[in-house]
């Protein structure tokens, strides 16, 4: 699995541009990104005038003496490394730039996280031989660091490690019981698992600012397969599950139900319903006598009533990061407590002494004396 770091072709980069004999490339660079950032957002026209820079200065950067003794992957990295440079300067340009792309990453987002509540296995067709928990969760892992990069590169490496993933799985499936790949319809899972963070700019941002002459071969087809994914759960109706109309609409309104209601035990329930229990084929509708019940006021704790045997890896962080929460309000609530009841007492004694500072009880027991 390819490792996404502060790479080396990048800082050779950066390296021969601080070099005087680069200052006509320094240039050049620094005044296309200052004349972008000056100009209105507009996506499309923004991707191509990216790319025409990009093919101009690989045109540069080939005719330069810095590189004329280059290699052709010396020359490569190099032009990574101006990919990187530039796209990271103008990242808070050109990522999310537009409200439209802000309001689908949010409505895709909500999407997935109505869908995590009731969804299984069965309701996406995934095959016995595809239900495993570990290899979902570390593809999960590896989308959901695209989120931590800037540059097109980097994201787009995230992509290819978490498809390699499930194409691991995949052909262990195809070798055990002859499962036939099935391309866009294999991220289902873990995408409506991961639900990570501005799916459609990530996706948008690659297509437009990665250089076009990488996104050929496997990136390309990675690529392609998570947009299809993506485009599949925006037009996602009961048409396209094996699953009935009423049944998906009341589970659809029962997931906005408790997305209304402010519990932290709403994200555990979730990735239980499609995840927790890949092996367990009974009905969706446990998902919904649960989620009414923390609607009416019932129970909020969804595992009171669960056994040791279905735990799953995802349930011990869980458990773990509530445990944590617990003794810290715990903690908290005590010493709120202590300090009360100190304020409490103080405030007593104030109020039972005289103007003279005699205490009250003393003064009564003088003058029973007298």
């Known amino acids: 699995m390819e490792t996404v770091t502060h790479s080396s072709p990048f800082d050779s980069f950066l390296d021969r541009m601080r070099s005087p004999a680069s200052l006509d490339l320094v240039r050049s660079i620094k005044s296309f990104i200052v004349s972008f950032s000056y100009t209105a957002s507009n996506p499309e026209t923004d991707g191509k005038r990216i790319q025409e820079f990009f093919q101009t200065m690989e045109d540069a950067i080939r005719d330069h003496p810095l590189w004329a003794s280059s290699s052709d992957d010396e020359t490569d ?23 439209e792309d802000v309001k689908i990453d949010a409505e895709i987002s909500e999407k997935i996280s109505l869908l995590q509540t009731f969804l299984r296995p069965q309701h996406l067709d995934i095959p016995s031989a595809l239900q495993n928990e570990a290899a979902w969760l570390l593809a999960e892992k590896e989308l959901k660091k695209i989120n931590a990069f800037k540059a097109p590169r980097e994201k787009l490496l995230c992509i290819i490690n978490c498809s390699r993933v499930i194409n691991n799985l995949l052909l262990n499936a195809s070798i055990s019981e002859d499962h036939v790949p099935g391309g866009a319809d294999d991220f289902l899972p873990v995408l409506i698992y991961a639900n990570p963070p501005q799916l459609h700019s990530n996706l948008k941002f690659i297509q437009l600012y990665r250089r076009q002459s ?35 609409m009341e589970s659809m309104e029962a997931a906005r139900l408790v997305n209304r209601v402010p519990q932290e035990t709403v994200t555990t329930i979730d990735k239980r319903s499609i995840f ?22 019932g129970s909020n704790y969804p595992y009171m009533e669960a056994e040791a045997g279905e735990l799953t890896v995802g349930d011990v962080e869980r458990l773990l990061s509530l445990y944590k929460d617990v003794v810290t309000k715990y903690t908290s609530l005590c010493n709120t407590v ?12 104030e109020l039972l002494r005289e103007p003279n500072g005699t205490h009250k009880d003393t003064c009564s027991k003088e003058t029973e004396k007298r």
């Open 214 to 248: 990488k996104l050929v071969s496997e990136a390309a087809y990675y690529l392609t397969n998570l947009v299809s994914a993506k485009s599949f759960i925006v037009e996602l109706n009961a048409k396209s599950l094996s699953i009935e109309e009423s049944e998906f």
């Open 77 to 99: 990295n190099a032009l990574e490394g101006l990919e990187k440079y530039v796209m990271t300067k103008l990242h808070s340009r050109t990522f999310a730039s537009t409200p």
């Open 276 to 297: 927790g229990k890949l092996m367990d084929p009974g009905p969706s509708t446990l998902v919904h006598v649960k989620t009414q019940t923390n609607v009416n006021g």
């Open 338 to 349: 202590r300090h009360l009841s100190v304020s409490r007492t103080q405030r007593h004694d």
